[in-house]
């Protein structure tokens, strides 16, 4: 049934246009040699009478064997093709943990030695670190918005250099753990630069673009606004709850909390992104059909005109825009990305996958692609073995699935599915997976974190209690790294919804940057389609 739906509207989006060749591939028992996609010839195929079907080839068996290692998978952990019971609990258990935050505010279990003096240091040092960390996450933005070109140059030796200051000052304070943990991510920023070597020119033409898309969509700006101030406003209560959790008397009280805080930082700042991702899809669908120009330049489908329908109908008419809210119309992309948001299901859908997507995203970045080998033994097997999985669990969770959740009301794991299928089928793939602008913007958050880290702490040095100062450094540090990748996500955002758009529909992408649709539609044509 999944199969169906997936190629069946293909098959009637071509049915107006192909009946001759139809007509054809009937009389022929199904064999149908037109110039479309490999899933349109699927979707022909599976219209034809049973007994002129051919078998499924290796491609099709393939993908029925990886979608039940996906429902392997996440049966476990309770995940359905549906917006359901299941999604929901991730919506209530995201409130219930926002609730904990505050439950620790008033908590009073703490050490009457520490009672005080370091409370007050240890709150005094994290608001420093929140005001700081927002001047230089909207100085960074500033910068990337006015030169996206003179960035990508800018902050690949920035990031090396505010790392390897941060390690030397470790160091110096002989705090051993840190020291090696900011290695470790120096030793990985230098590997993640020698990957994208490639790629760098490729990364400043998409953020040109991206930053383009949100000049012209500046209610996604607006947005932006609205989320970081709540981050700021969750930072201050988080805070507050840290100080007293960290002067527990109890080791296990100490650290059970302490995780569950650092947990509740994690979540809450990734579902703020997914948000700002969510909500913005309508908005940068208007700037791609617009072929990046402004409403009055359109030179597609415009209200009142027959909408620009799209295989599976992501790209639509703006006239579908207007949303009843308490008997009033509202119209605008923005309005139908709240609206969309509203909803406690989509929302819970959204909750569900803020937990998953980073970790599913570095894991697969980490695992490139499993190669078959059946002479491989070993370690080398085994991280084959892996590699499947951690894929498999990529396609079920991956960033993607929030566009299909904004534009198609599917549901996180659904959707997932659907938009990673549609890029495979078309070749985009290898275009996603060549895509730079990941790894630079976070590197620019590591950047950024380190600077903050290194001057909150040495301040936090001089008046906060030898016994907890490596996590309080180590609390600066992630305070001042989802600041910044909050900004950053704006410009994720945008390059995610122009790469899934142009699978959809690859010809405004042409106008937009014909330089960059080059590349991107040549690595698709490796990848397995050509337009």
Not at 24 to 39: F, L, P, R, V
Not at 244 to 259: I, M, T
């Amino acid at each position: 049934a999944e199969y169906m739906g997936r190629y069946v509207p293909i098959f009637k989006m071509l049915k107006a246009d192909d009946e001759h060749s139809l007509a054809d591939a009937d009389q022929d028992g199904g064999h149908w040699e037109g110039q479309h996609s490999k899933g349109a010839r699927e979707a022909v195929r599976l219209t034809l009478p049973n007994d002129d079907l051919e078998p499924l080839d290796n491609e099709h068996q393939q993908d029925e064997e990886g979608e039940q290692v996906r429902h392997n998978i996440f049966s476990t952990i309770g995940i359905r093709g549906q917006i359901g019971n299941r999604d929901r609990a991730w919506g209530l258990t995201f409130w219930f943990q926002l609730l904990l935050v505050i439950v620790f505010m008033f908590s009073s279990n703490s050490d009457a030695s520490y009672e005080g003096r370091f409370p007050a240091a240890i709150g005094a040092a994290m608001i420093f670190d929140i005001v700081l960390s927002c001047v230089l996450s909207i100085a960074m933005f500033g910068f990337i918005f006015k030169s996206p070109v003179r960035y990508v140059t800018f902050i690949k030796s920035f990031c090396l250099v505010s790392l390897v200051l941060l390690n030397l000052w470790l160091m110096v304070e002989q705090s051993w753990f840190l020291a090696c943990l900011c290695f470790l991510l120096f030793f990985a920023s230098g590997l993640w630069m020698h990957h994208i070597r490639d790629s760098v020119e490729a990364a400043k033409a998409m953020l040109e673009v991206a930053v383009r898309a949100l000049k012209q969509q500046p209610e996604i700006l607006k947005m932006l606004s609205l989320l970081f101030a709540f981050h700021c406003a969750f930072l201050a209560f988080w805070t507050i709850a840290m100080t007293k959790v960290l002067h527990y008397e109890s080791a296990f009280l100490y650290y059970l909390c302490s995780l569950l805080l650092v947990f509740s930082l994690y979540w809450t700042h990734q579902v703020l992104c997914c948000l700002l991702q969510v909500i913005s899809c309508h908005s940068i669908a208007h700037f791609y059909q617009n072929r990046g120009g402004s409403a009055t330049d359109m030179n597609v489908a415009t209200l009142g005109n027959p909408p620009t329908i799209t295989p599976r109908g992501m790209l639509y008419d703006e006239s579908l825009l207007i949303v009843n809210i308490c008997g009033k119309q509202f119209s605008g992309p923005i309005v139908k990305g709240l609206h969309r948001v509203a909803t406690f299901s989509a929302f819970s859908s959204i909750c569900f996958g803020a937990a998953l997507i980073p970790i599913c995203r570095i894991l697969k970045q980490c695992s490139g692609r499993a190669v078959s080998d059946e002479d491989a033994k070993g370690v080398r097997r085994l991280w084959q073995v892996l590699s499947v999985y951690i894929q498999s669990a990529h396609r079920s969770v991956n960033r993607f699935g929030l566009i299909e959740i904004s534009l198609m009301g599917k549901d996180m794991r659904q959707g997932s599915q659907d938009a990673w299928a549609l890029l495979e089928e078309t070749g985009f793939e290898a275009a996603v997976r060549d895509d730079a602008t990941g790894p630079l913007l976070t590197l620019t958050c590591f950047a950024v974190a380190s600077v903050v880290t290194l001057v909150c702490g040495l301040f936090a040095r001089t008046v906060i209690h030898e016994e907890i100062w490596v996590e309080v450094v180590f609390l600066l540090g992630c305070i001042a790294f989802s600041q910044q990748a909050l900004f950053v996500s704006a410009f994720d955002s945008v390059i995610a919804c122009l790469f899934l758009y142009v699978a959809e529909d690859p010809a405004p992408f042409a106008e937009i940057d014909s330089i960059i649709y080059h590349r991107i539609t040549r690595l698709a044509e490796l990848g397995g389609m050509q337009f």
